[in-house]
T-cell receptor, first 119, second 114 residues
Framework: AQKITQTQPGMFVQEKEAVTLDCTYD???????LFWYKQPSSGEMIFLIY??????QNATEGRYSLNFQKARKSANLVISASQLGDSAMYFC???????FGTGANNLFFGTGTRLTVIP | SQTIHQWPATLVQPVGSPLSLECTVE??????LYWYRQAAGRGLQLLFY??????ISSEVPQNLSASRPQDRQFILSSKKLLLSDSGFYLC?????????????FGPGTRLTVT
């Protein structure tokens, strides 16, 4: 089974509007972390936001927020007030076993959603 | 501040030729290092990761190999490239001494095998 599922290959949003990018995950580990990365056309992967499985509140970082619904195993990214520079591929990722000092842990990535912001 | 470098940025190689991609990290000690491959239009696939010098873990069987000759240097190699090795190769680093450790990615190498 896929660890991370992103069902939206492409999304369009009007500039200054909000957009939600979907992500569902599959794990039996009670301890895990969820990440969102942005990949512009230059190819680099830019870390956006993190949500731990034990975090009580949804993570927020500036215009990015993560809508974490643990029972539904979803971790949707919400981008508010979209800007033209937000046009990029967005990847959801998960790491299982988020314990202190465990060293390298593998990130499982989804297939990504291409977001296009329309002026 | 920490920076991660990859070279070359772009590479075109014929089938059967050898490969060597280099990744170096500055500004941190004993990082965890990762090699990912991203096929066109797809997500990232972890190939190798390393928690220290000489320590390499492979995630998928393939004709690629990795080495870590120095603390902040990670090399991806192949003796004979296949067409299926084409893709975008990303190196990443993290430090594992916190409750979570996001990975920071390099600029990537775009490899085309002809």
């Amino acid at each position: 089974a896929q660890k991370i599922t992103q069902t939206q290959p492409g999304m369009f949003v009007q500039e200054k509007e909000a957009v939600t990018l979907d992500c569902t995950y599959d794990t039996s580990d009670p301890s895990y972390g969820l990440f969102w990365y942005k990949q512009p056309s230059s190819g680099e992967m830019i870390f956006l936001i993190y949500q731990g499985s034990y975090d009580q509140q949804n993570a927020t970082e500036g215009r990015y927020s993560l809508n974490f619904q643990k029972a539904r195993k979803s971790a949707n990214l919400v981008i508010s007030a979209s800007q033209l520079g937000d046009s990029a591929m967005y990847f959801c990722a998960m790491r299982e076993g988020m314990r202190f000092g465990t060293g390298a842990n593998n990130l499982f990535f989804g297939t990504g959603t291409r977001l296009t912001v329309i002026p | 501040s920490q920076t991660i470098h990859q070279w070359p940025a772009t590479l075109v190689q014929p089938v059967g030729s050898p490969l060597s991609l280099e990744c170096t990290v500055e500004g941190t000690s004993n990082p965890n290092l990762y090699w990912y491959r991203q096929a066109a239009g797809r997500g990232l696939q972890l190939l190798f990761y390393s928690v220290g010098i000489g320590q390499i873990s492979s995630e998928v069987p393939q004709n690629l190999s990795a080495s870590r000759p120095q603390d902040r240097q990670f090399i991806l190699s192949s003796k004979k490239l296949l067409l299926s090795d084409s893709g975008f190769y990303l190196c990443a680093w993290s430090v594992g001494d916190r409750g979570f450790d996001e990975q920071y990615f390099g600029p990537g190498t775009r490899l085309t095998v002809t």
